[in-house]
Every structure is written in structure tokens, then in C-alpha cells.
């Protein structure tokens, strides 16, 4: 008998209060199936309807194994596309796919990419703290742990910088984003002096300063050589990489916030940036970001793939099969695993002195105990933080 897609389910759990998004796609053989993140956290309902209403009855009665046939059908099957509902819906039903392909190859799927290009992944991890002496004592700490890159902020995105909003301003997430862009160099040179050359550190401007501003953030911060400057335009602004290009050779990292491949072509082929960094379930799954590796490869341009907490594990061992198996891969953002997480993750990604490395077992390595996944449902609370604000009161990227 011929392997089929039997049934896809779309598994909604939030063990540490952030919402996750996991496809699983049940086959014809009893014990085959394979898991697949699809976390857009901010609108997981959507992703479910997406992923329930429309995919699962395309898929019925397909063969798995046809991944690239699958993706480039699916993605088109609506006509319109690139969105980051459709994507993460896709992004589900991709990684479970390929889990799938390495089970039925009975090989890890960094084996299918090719197998290792070295033997762990080398990750950074956040450092912040609320004045200059917390953020060096956070980076020391993250050393003391064996964390060769950091990513230092100083009191948090934006800064939280004293503003006093004008009378009749709307709530919101106020920041001060002049008092935030002299910080930046302000905190760097402090760092530099204290703990030395001998980490690399990161930094994230998360959109928040006007264009010119983030060209003069990359020119201040050049003296202390940053690993890479981060997010310092928004996906509107991209133009402006060429003149950040043209005055700093800070490296420059972007692309959480990608969902469609016009947005980062030209940024890669006219090397603009150093870094890509996408959402790997934002852009549609693992296929499609294989593609996007390679052609980066071809322009010098590296892999740092977006690793917040709003990835679940099963899309943090996708990252990671990506990463061990990718010649220009650069860094991989990592955020902390709970025990409990774990728990319902069952064989997620270890750290161990800064690195990363995953499971063996076929596939991803990395299963879903769905009863115990149940007891952390979703919640419907709408975030705060997204919603910005300049001190005039107008509300900006977030
Ligand atoms: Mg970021």
C-alpha cells in the first residue's frame, strides 16, 4: 500500500506562557508521523484555521515524501501568498515532512543536508541589565557559562529612557529613541573596556531609530567591533542598508521579519548585509530556507537564524539540523529551555559550553507529549511591546 498523509493536527500549547504552534502530520504507517512548528505567536488561532481549514484537506491522501512537490503546490494553492499566517501554516506541515523523510530514511535530517560541517553549533545568548555595571555583570555571567558570543542590551529594546508623553497621548510602549541611540556606543565602550576583545558581542537596534539614526549607530559602534549590529532598519526601510554599507563595516544582520523572498534577494546579492536572519516558520519551512542558505552562500552572506522564545523546540531543532549541516552558517540565537519545556519537548537541542548540538534519532529527534502539552493552554492576551511609541506619542515600529 502506498504511504499516505492519514490526518494533520495543529497542536496549540504555552508551557512557558508564550504561545507555540506544532503541525503534526499522522500517515498511513501507525508509528509514522512528523512534527512541525508553525509558531507565529502573536496570532496562533489564525495559524490553526490555516493549518485545520485549508492544508489539512489538501494534504489528505498525498504522499509525504514528496516535500518539494508538497511546498511549492501548497504555497500557491491559495494564489495569493507570502503572508505570515499562510507561511507558519506551512512552515508546520514542511518541517513535519522532512522529520517524516529522516524517519523513513532512519537518519537525523542534518544527514539528508548533506551531514555535519561541524560537530556542534555555536550559539549567543542575551545579556542586559539597567544601567552599564548590571549589562557587564550579565555579560560576565554569560562568559562564567561558556557563552563565546553575547548580545548585550541596556535596559531592554529601545532602552526605557524617562519620557514625559504630551498631554491627551494614547497608551503605549513609550521610548525615547534619541536617549537609546547615544546609549549604544555609550554601552560598547564600556564593555570593550572592561571585559576586553576577547567575546564577540551583539547588539539588536529592534527597528527603533529613524534611518539616519541607524547609520550613525553602525559608524559609532565600529571601534568595538561587534560581531553584528541587528535589525538596525525596518522591513520598510531596507534602501537604507546601502548607505549603512557605504559609511560603517559594522556587520549587519537582519531578516526576523521576512516573509517574502523580494525582501531579502537584493539585500544578499548586492551584499548589503552580512547576516540573515530569518524566522525559518515565517518564510514557509525548512525547504525554503535551505534555498536561502545556499544563496547566500554564493555571496559571502551568513546564517544566523532567529531564535527567540517564540520558536518551539521542535523548530529550534529544526534551526539546529540546518545550522550543523550548513557550510556558511554564522551563529544561532538561543534562548534558554525550561525544565518544563523539555518536558513536553521531549528530546530537544542541548546546550553545552555555548554550543548546541541535537539528538540522533531519526528525523528531528524531537517529539510532542501532547496530554501534557494540554495543561498549558494558549492565552488571548494581546502584547503590549508591539505597541511603540515615540515620546510625541506616535506610534512606530516596535
Ligand atoms: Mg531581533
Redesign the pocket.
Known amino acids: 500500500m502506498p504511504l499516505t498523509i492519514r490526518n494533520v493536527k495543529t497542536i496549540l500549547t504555552a508551557p512557558e506562557n508564550i504561545n507555540l504552534v506544532v503541525v503534526k502530520i499522522e500517515t498511513s504507517e501507525p508509528d509514522l508521523y512528523g512534527l512541525g512548528c508553525a509558531t507565529f505567536t502573536q496570532r496562533p488561532l489564525a495559524v490553526k484555521t490555516a493549518v485545520d481549514e485549508y492544508l489539512k484537506p489538501f494534504l489528505i491522501g498525498k504522499d509525504p515524501q514528496n516535500i518539494e512537490d508538497i511546498w511549492q503546490s501548497a504555497m500557491v494553492s491559495a494564489y495569493w501568498r507570502n503572508g505570515p499566517v499562510l507561511n507558519n501554516a506551512l512552515s508546520g506541515v514542511d518541517i513535519a515532512l522532512w522529520d517524516i523523510k529522516g524517519k523513513l530514511a532512519r537518519m537525523p535530517v542534518y544527514q539528508l543536508f548533506g551531514g555535519k560541517a561541524r560537530g556542534a553549533v555555536p550559539v549567543y545568548t542575551h545579556a542586559g541589565g539597567s544601567d552599564l555595571d548590571a549589562v557587564e555583570e550579565s555579560v560576565r555571567q554569560m562568559m562564567d557559562k561558556g557563552f563565546h558570543y553575547i548580545r548585550a542590551q541596556l535596559n531592554g529594546y529601545g532602552g526605557k529612557f524617562p519620557v514625559s508623553a504630551p498631554p491627551g497621548s494614547l497608551p503605549g510602549a513609550y521610548f525615547n529613541p534619541d536617549a537609546y541611540a547615544r546609549s549604544v556606543p555609550r554601552m560598547f565602550e564600556h564593555l570593550r573596556a572592561r571585559v576586553g576583545f576577547d567575546v564577540e558581542l551583539l547588539h539588536?537596534v529592534?527597528e527603533r531609530v529613524s534611518p539616519i539614526e541607524a547609520v550613525r549607530i553602525a559608524k559609532a559602534v565600529e571601534p568595538y567591533r561587534l560581531f553584528f549590529l541587528?535589525?538596525a532598519l525596518p522591513p520598510e526601510q531596507l534602501e537604507y542598508f546601502e548607505m549603512i554599507r557605504h559609511q560603517s563595516a559594522t556587520p549587519i544582520a537582519v531578516g526576523?521579519l521576512f516573509n517574502h523572498p523580494l525582501e531579502w534577494r537584493s539585500l544578499i546579492s548586492n551584499r548589503l548585509v552580512d547576516f540573515i536572519?530569518v524566522h525559518i516558520s515565517q518564510i514557509g519551512g525548512l525547504t525554503p530556507a535551505r534555498k536561502l542558505a545556499a544563496f547566500c552562500e554564493t555571496f559571502g552572506v551568513r546564517t544566523a537564524w532567529?531564535g527567540?522564545g517564540d520558536v518551539s523546540p521542535v523548530g529550534v531543532a529544526a534551526n539546529v539540523h540546518l545550522d550543523i549541516s550548513t557550510s556558511n552558517f554564522g551563529i544561532q540565537?538561543w534562548t534558554p529551555m525550561s525544565d518544563r519545556l523539555q518536558q513536553v519537548f521531549p528530546g530537544a537541542p542541548t546546550l553545552k559550553d555555548g554550543f548546541v548540538t541535537v539528538s540522533d534519532a531519526p528525523g528531528l529527534g524531537i517529539d510532542l507529549d501532547e496530554s501534557l502539552a494540554e495543561k498549558f493552554p494558549c492565552h488571548e492576551r494581546l502584547p503590549e511591546w508591539t505597541l511603540a511609541r515615540t515620546p510625541d506619542g506616535t506610534a512606530v515600529r516596535p
Request: no cysteine; net charge negative; proline share 11%.
Open positions: 539588536d529592534h541587528e535589525d526576523e536572519r532567529h527567540p540565537e
